[in-house]
Nanobody, 127 residues
Framework: QVQLVESGGGSVQAGGSLRLSCAAS????????MGWFRQAPGKEREFVAG???????????LYGDSVKGRFTISRDNAKNTVYLQMNTLKPEDTAFYYC?????????????????WGQGTQVTVSS
């Protein structure tokens, strides 16, 4: 069982930055593929970014097309935490952001591939 708790959401003006954190419980955090998703009102939950451990100090990452070049996902396995650095934010980035975990495998963009979810954190970008 893995419990995920997101933090770092808030309100920011367009062009600004926010950093989301997701703290995970459990002793095998490094075995999990970690992902960030977001959901805006009236829209489907959308894949934002994913990361998995590859080798010592090396990770694979994957990004949704709408955030490539602006968002960066990272993880600290010693702290059981995954981060999402969001730069050059746009009003269309406004959404509830969720952290998710999947045991093993490759980085998936489908929400039903993830086994555990956090409660989410709101990000609001004003123009």
């Amino acid at each position: 069982q893995v419990q995920l708790v997101e933090s770092g959401g808030g309100s920011v003006q367009a062009g600004g930055s926010l950093r989301l954190s997701c703290a995970a419980s459990g002793r095998t955090f490094s075995n999990y593929v970690m992902g960030w998703f977001r959901q805006a009102p009236g829209k489907e939950r959308e894949f934002v970014a994913g990361i998995r451990w590859a080798a010592a100090g090396l990770y694979y990452t994957l990004y949704g097309d709408s955030v490539k070049g602006r968002f960066t996902i990272s993880r600290d396995n010693a702290k059981n935490t995954v981060y999402l650095q969001m730069n050059t934010l746009k009003p269309e980035d406004t959404a509830f952001y969720y952290c998710a975990a999947a045991l093993g495998g490759t980085i998936q963009q489908r929400r039903d591939e993830y086994d555990y979810w956090g409660q989410g954190t709101q990000v609001t970008v004003s123009s």
